[in-house]
């Protein structure tokens, strides 16, 4: 059994995910010990939604899932990496690839790349 | 000014470090306000220690420090991304290149790579 260590967040532990192909950061989510045995067992990033108090399926609603191809752990157990395969082609629910498409570029933000699908007709809003 | 949300972790926020040449995920720190504008104004990735409660530039003690060539920030404005040269080639304390070194195989633990350098040197202990 694979021991983490869920208490220097009190219970959550950072999960950062990455493209397996390309190896590009997409987002980083936060997981309980729920979450991180729901993703082992369904292969599926699964997420604790600060903002909801609840478990979260990433692409539950847009259908762009992460499918878990590699699961790594850090040296003092207490961070979590995700190598996935992104469906739909795109994490951020801004429709970006990335949830890091901003750039600090001479102290102000700059806005790499444009959006992979429209986040009112995915998420019907 | 870029405002930054360090309200979801009471002062802190997940900072991912990616080398910027090969764009493997090196480590995680947590930044308060202060190592973030350390961060900014030195150019070196500096860090909160949680362990220690004090600002700490990543390299300090071994000189493996961390050269900011790109930063990043997602969507919420609540996670940075640190796109980074790593000096002497290895961010882990442990002398592995990335702190990123167990993968989790078969509910198993597999250690990934050979250390880079040995810790017993670079840090005297």
Redesign the interface.
């Known amino acids: 059994?694979?021991e983490l260590d869920f208490n220097?967040?009190n219970g959550l532990m950072?999960a950062?995910v990455?493209d397996f192909n390309?190896?590009?950061?997409l987002?980083?989510g936060f997981m309980n010990q729920e979450a991180w045995e729901a993703t082992l067992s369904t292969g599926k990033a699964t997420f604790y939604s600060?903002t909801r108090q609840k478990l979260w399926v990433k692409g539950e609603t847009s259908g762009h899932v992460q499918i878990v191809k590699?699961?790594?752990?850090?040296?003092?157990?207490d961070?979590i990496?995700l190598r996935v395969d992104q469906v739909g082609g795109a994490a951020?629910?801004?429709g970006?690839r990335s949830?890091?498409?901003?750039?600090?570029e001479d102290?102000?933000?700059k806005i790499?790349g444009k959006p992979v699908f429209d986040p009112r007709e995915v998420y019907h809003k």
Request: glycine share 2%; net charge neutral; with cysteine.
């Open positions: 059994m694979i220097k967040l950072p950062i990455q390309t190896n590009e950061v987002m980083l600060r590699e699961i790594r752990i850090d040296c003092d157990d961070t990496l951020c629910h801004t970006h949830c890091f498409f901003k750039k600090i102290g102000t933000i790499i």
